[in-house]
């Protein structure tokens, strides 16, 4: 079975870093893309970012050039880096399988990330 699992979220002040990960298993990661995604209460899903299989990475405008996406094969995990983060990044994050812009809910327990 497909497992997705977050972590690496918490609770910190407007302008602080967090970096979660998300630890793969039941599928050959190596060979697919990975996105993260969140939802905050009352808001759509929203995309954040891909990683293909060739590492090339893409970011919605909301987090370019504050989250930096990551992986590592090796580990079937991937990272995502979250700098000067916001009050209006509260949400819980979540990673998923696929190049996947319109995201599905999570398949996990997503890790909660609260900016005050």
């Known amino acids: 079975d497909v497992q997705l699992v977050e972590s690496g979220g918490g609770s910190v002040q407007a302008g602080g870093s967090l970096k979660l990960s998300c630890v793969a298993s039941?599928?050959?990661?190596?060979?697919?893309?990975m996105n993260w995604a969140r939802q905050a209460p009352g808001k759509r899903r929203e995309w954040l970012s891909t990683i293909r299989t060739d590492s090339a990475k893409f970011y919605a405008d909301s987090v370019k050039g504050r989250f930096t996406i990551s992986r590592d094969n090796a580990k079937n995990t991937v990272y995502l880096q979250m700098d000067n983060l916001q009050i209006e990044d509260t949400a819980l994050y979540y990673c998923?399988?696929?190049?996947?812009?319109?995201?599905?809910?999570?398949r996990g327990q997503g890790t909660q990330v609260t900016v005050s």
């Open positions: 998923d399988i696929g190049d996947v812009r319109v995201p599905y809910p999570p």
């Open positions: 039941g599928f050959t990661f190596s060979k697919n893309d």
